[in-house]
C-alpha cells in the first residue's frame, strides 16, 4: 500500500532528454564503482568484499526500494497480513506513501544494508540530477562526490557487519509499546514543554525532542542510539567525501560550498512543516554535528585510532560525547 500510494504521488523528475538521461544512469554506475578505491584509502576501512553493483533509479524505484527496507527493518511483512485485518494497515499505507513520495524527491542516494545479500546501493538519478542543474556545479565531479557519501556507508556496513543487528534491535525496542496508559506519555510530554520554557535543551530537539519526550525510557534510550548512530555515520560519509580532495574530484571545494548554501535557503511554510514532521531538518543537524565530530577526533587521533569506534556497540559515541568529541577520546582511548 505504502508503495503504490507513494508511486501514485510522486510528483515527476526534471525534463531530460533519453540520451542524458542514459548517460547519467551509466555514469552513476560507474562513479559507484570507482569511489570505491578512495573511499577506502581515506578510510583505511578494507573489508576484501566484493564490490556490488548500485542500483541506479527513478523516484518511484526508490519508493519501492524503501517501502521494502522499511519492511524487512521492522519485521512488518505481509505473512502475517491475514491475522492482522484486511484493511488494519491501510491508513499507515497511505500515510507512508505520502511521506515516501515526499522524500523521493530530496533523497539523492542511499545504501541499505537490510535488502539482498551485500545489501543494496541506491542512487537516484532524476534528484541528482536536478540538484547537479541548481547548484551549477560539473555533472562528472558532483555524480562522484555523491557516490563518495554513500559507498562510504556501505563500507561502514560490511566493515562492521555487527551495525545491521545493533540498528534492527534498536528498532525493534522503538517499536515495543506494550499498552502503557496515554495519561502517562502525556505526563511526560508535558513536563518537557515545561522543561523547555525553562530553558532546559533537549539533544534531539524539534519535533523529534516532543516524540523522545512521550516515550517511556527503554524507547528513549533506543532513539538516543539510533540518533547517535545516524550521527556517526552521515558524519563520517561527510568526512570522507570531503577529505578525498581534488585530486579526485577537482570541484569538490566548490561543490561543498554550494551544497552546503543550498541546505541554508529558507523553504515556503509548507515545505518547512513538512520537513519539520519528517525530521529532514534533524537529519541535515546530523551531517553538521557528526562531520564535526569525524573532524575533531581524527585531527586529534589519526584515522586508524578513529577507526576504533567500529569495534562494538561499547565504542561509538554517546549523546554528550557528539558535542564533545575529547570526551568519546578520554574514555575509548584513554
Not at 500515510?95 to 542512487?123: E, K, V
Request: glycine share 8%; hydrophobic share 45%.
Amino acid at each position: 500500500m505504502a508503495a503504490r500510494t507513494g508511486s501514485a504521488l510522486v510528483p515527476a523528475g526534471p525534463r531530460t532528454s533519453r540520451y542524458s538521461a542514459e548517460q547519467a544512469v551509466a555514469e552513476l554506475a560507474a562513479a559507484s564503482k570507482h569511489a570505491e578505491g578512495p573511499v577506502r584509502q581515506v578510510s583505511r576501512l578494507v573489508d576484501g568484499s566484493v564490490v556490488p553493483e548500485a542500483l541506479i533509479v527513478d523516484r518511484p524505484g526508490w519508493i519501492r526500494a524503501a517501502a521494502d527496507s522499511m519492511s524487512q527493518l521492522t519485521g512488518s511483512g505481509v505473512d502475517d497480513a491475514a491475522e492482522r485485518g484486511k484493511f488494519a494497515g491501510k491508513p499507515a499505507g497511505l500515510q507512508a506513501g505520502a511521506m515516501l513520495a515526499f522524500l523521493s524527491t530530496a533523497i539523492l542516494g542511499q545504501y541499505d544494508p537490510f535488502t539482498g545479500p551485500n545489501g543494496t546501493l541506491l542512487l537516484v538519478a532524476p534528484n541528482i540530477m536536478a540538484v547537479e542543474r541548481a547548484l551549477s556545479v560539473p555533472p562528472s565531479d558532483f555524480r562522484l562526490w555523491v557516490c563518495l557519501h554513500e559507498v562510504t556507508h556501505r563500507v561502514q556496513f560490511s566493515s562492521a557487519p555487527w551495525l545491521s543487528d545493533y540498528m534492527k534491535s534498536n528498532v525493534e525496542t522503538l517499536g515495543d509499546t506494550g499498552d502503557e496508559p496515554l495519561a502517562d506519555m502525556l505526563g511526560r510530554l508535558v513536563e518537557a514543554v515545561k522543561e523547555r520554557r525553562r530553558g532546559i535543551e533537549d539533544p534531539a530537539g524539534g519535533v523529534i525532542g516532543l516524540l523522545r519526550a512521550t516515550q517511556a525510557e527503554p524507547q528513549r534510550d533506543a532513539l538516543d542510539r539510533l540518533l547517535m548512530l545516524g550521527t556517526l555515520l552521515e558524519g563520517h560519509a561527510d568526512h570522507v567525501m570531503d577529505a578525498v580532495g581534488p585530486a579526485v574530484v577537482p570541484s569538490v571545494t566548490r561543490i561543498r560550498a554550494a551544497f552546503d548554501q543550498r541546505r541554508k535557503r529558507p523553504a515556503n511554510p509548507i515545505q518547512r512543516l513538512l520537513r519539520a514532521l519528517l525530521g529532514m531538518d534533524a537529519k541535515v543537524a546530523q551531517y553538521v554535528r557528526g562531520k564535526k565530530f569525524v573532524d575533531e577526533v581524527v585531527d586529534t587521533v589519526g584515522m586508524d585510532r578513529f577507526n576504533t569506534i567500529w569495534t562494538d556497540a561499547e565504542t561509538l559515541p554517546r549523546t554528550d560525547e557528539i558535542a564533545d568529541p575529547q570526551r568519546w577520546v578520554r574514555r575509548v582511548l584513554g
